[in-house]
């Protein structure tokens, strides 16, 4: 069982929430194919789902420029990683510098508008403009800004030995306005995640894009241990995460917390 409240104050100390996905890219181009190779190593996506990408000219904090050079999607694995190449179409330019590498939520055959949640970029690095045509040229892929902020937080996880109960207080900041957020207890961690251990009630943002929760989670037998717990907030509330057992669009994990008991 789990009772919660929430509200504005923010936590004081605690767990940081990192914003995910996270990772890097490597791309090189190979002058005798024209082909562009982007070598992906990220985690924190929802398991086993696939993503479009492409390079865009511009840069992640302008994204009005339709794609330039596509790739085929990439796919992540049971536990949410990618570690995979994909090779774009012919190049004849090389690597584009000034422009930008984008990940986006859905894969290429659902991708809507650019206005559609289909389309929303989860994963983002500029391309710098003095990149060599050839490459190697590697790539910090993170979460783009949005309106200048990107989702952060804290969660602090208080067990009671007597009673066998956790308290859970969270507090995060840069969400959308007035969005909510499903928010569980996994097994596992951020970069190999896992089953979900104790689901906690949803995470409502106010109008400024601020949250807190305060939850409590009974019959816990045992302490959170030094690894092997995770908490994970969601892109869409508890609601829209899961269509039967399949995790949908909004399923996406947006910040990760490695709990350390």
């Known amino acids: ?69 596509p790739f085929p999607d990439i796919t992540a694995d049971a536990a949410g990683a990618i570690r995979q190449s994909v090779v774009s179409g012919p190049v004849p330019g090389g690597i584009p510098g000034g422009s930008y590498l984008n990940i986006h939520l859905a894969p290429s055959a659902q991708l809507g508008a650019s206005t559609d949640v289909s389309f929303t970029p989860i994963g983002c690095a500029d391309i710098p403009a003095d990149t060599p045509k050839a490459g190697p040229v590697t790539l910090k892929v993170a979460a783009p800004q949005k309106n200048g902020e990107t989702p952060a937080g804290t969660v602090k996880l208080t067990y009671d030995g007597t009673q066998h109960s956790l308290q859970v207080v969270l507090h995060a900041t840069g969400l959308p306005a007035g969005s909510a957020h499903a928010v569980h207890i996994h097994t596992g961690s951020c970069a190999a995640q896992g089953a ?27 302490p959170p241990p030094a690894t092997g717990w995770y908490v994970n907030v969601h892109m869409g509330p508890m609601s829209q995460i899961l269509d039967g057992n399949t995790p949908t669009l909004l399923f996406a994990p947006i910040l990760c917390a490695n709990v350390t008991g």
């Open 196 to 222: 979900v251990l104790y689901p906690l009630p949803d995470l409502q943002a106010d109008g400024a894009g601020d949250g807190s929760l305060t939850a409590t989670v009974d019959n816990v037998a045992t």
């Open 1 to 69: 069982m789990t009772s919660a409240s929430s509200g504005s104050p923010a936590t004081q100390g605690g767990l940081p929430l990192e914003t995910t996905p996270t990772g890097t890219a490597v791309l090189s181009w190979d002058p005798a194919t024209t082909l562009v190779t982007a070598a992906i190593d990220m985690q924190g996506f929802t398991p086993s789902s696939s993503h479009a990408m492409h390079i865009h000219p511009g840069t992640c904090a302008d994204q009005t420029q339709p794609p330039a050079v």
